[in-house]
């Protein structure tokens, strides 16, 4: 069993940044891989970005490539979503989740834990 807890959105401006976390309870941490989604209102959940278990494998959804870094440190349990050069239509709540398959995939199906959410909003 793996609780997630997600912490850091708020409301920036466009151009600016944020850093979202990624707190997870549990020993076997090191061994899922994890994403970040994110949805907005009145749309569907899309994927955002993955790391493996072990960081050397990210992957992102081609609109944020570029502006945001994902990143792990498995000694706190934790990953973190840097975003820069945010925009408007970044506008969402993230969520993060983790893939007991240690790879790190697109698909919010294959993910077995969720956190809770946290909202990033983005004004123009």
């Known amino acids: 069993q793996v609780q997630l807890v997600e912490s850091g959105g708020g409301l920036v401006q466009a151009g600016g940044s944020l850093r979202v976390s990624c707190a997870a309870s549990?020993?076997?941490?090191?061994?899922?891989?994890m994403g970040w989604f994110r949805q907005a209102p009145g749309k569907e959940r899309e994927f955002v970005a993955t790391?493996?278990?072990?960081?050397?494998?990210?992957d992102y959804l081609d609109s944020v490539k570029g502006r945001f870094t994902i990143s792990r440190d498995n000694t706190k349990n934790t990953v973190y979503l840097q975003m820069n050069s945010l925009k408007p239509e970044d506008t969402a709540v993230y969520y993060c989740?983790?893939?007991?398959?240690?790879?790190?995939?697109?698909?919010?199906?294959?993910?077995?834990?969720w956190g809770q959410g946290t909202q990033v909003t983005v004004s123009s």
């Open positions: 790391i493996s278990w072990s960081g050397g494998r990210t």
């Open positions: 549990g020993r076997t941490f090191s061994s899922y891989a």
């Open positions: 989740a983790a893939d007991p398959t240690g790879w790190g995939r697109r698909r919010a199906h294959e993910y077995d834990y």
